[in-house]
């Protein structure tokens, strides 16, 4: 933890430099204080840069995610700002870790696992996955190069089947306004 506050503090101005947004997701109440104090500053510094976007995973996990989502949503349900009859999938993510940050395209995994190991559970209903047996830290420009070329050979259907994205009009569901 001591080297992280290091970091944030070290690197807070090269972000403002180089226009840097800095977020954090998991359960920040887990870390040490001196963490959260100089985390929340540089988010709250960072926070109107717009050229890039990095995102810390700091005591994450994707079920924790969604249960601290719930807590949140049943709080604000018992406190009567929330109608359970209005709660859809934009009222969810908007209480997840991740409001203002788009769903992932594509997940790489690494060391050849077939498996999403509790990350963004919510996030990568649509995501494209690309496996590959290199290990993270032997991860390298080539191999990342090599999933964004297979990206770009598959065909986003987020969710559909391949007759519902070759058929022009729109499902009963897109007409209502409801995004699938």
């Not at 709250?44 to 810390?56: A, D, F, G, P, S």
């Amino acid at each position: 933890m001591g080297l992280l506050e290091h970091y944030l503090a070290a690197e807070q101005a090269k972000m403002m430099r180089y226009k840097i947004r800095l977020l954090a997701v998991g359960d920040r109440s887990r870390l040490p204080i001196s963490v959260r104090r100089i985390l929340e500053r540089v988010i709250e510094v960072t926070r109107e840069n717009k050229r890039m976007t990095v995102i810390l995973a700091l005591s994450y996990s994707g079920r924790n995610e969604i249960v601290r989502m719930v807590k949140k949503l049943a709080d604000e349900v018992r406190q009567g700002k929330c109608d359970p009859e209005e709660i859809d999938e934009g009222v969810i993510s908007a209480r997840l870790d991740t409001p203002d940050v788009p769903d992932p395209d594509l997940l790489i995994r690494t060391s050849g696992e077939l498996r999403i190991s509790n990350f963004y559970l919510w996030q990568i209903a649509y995501s494209e996955l690309y496996v590959t047996p290199t290990l993270w830290p032997d991860f390298r420009e080539k191999e990342y190069l090599q999933a964004l070329m297979e990206f770009q050979r598959r065909r986003r259907r987020f969710g559909r089947t391949d007759e519902q994205v070759m058929d022009p009009a729109p499902s009963a569901l897109e007409a209502s306004g409801i995004k699938s």
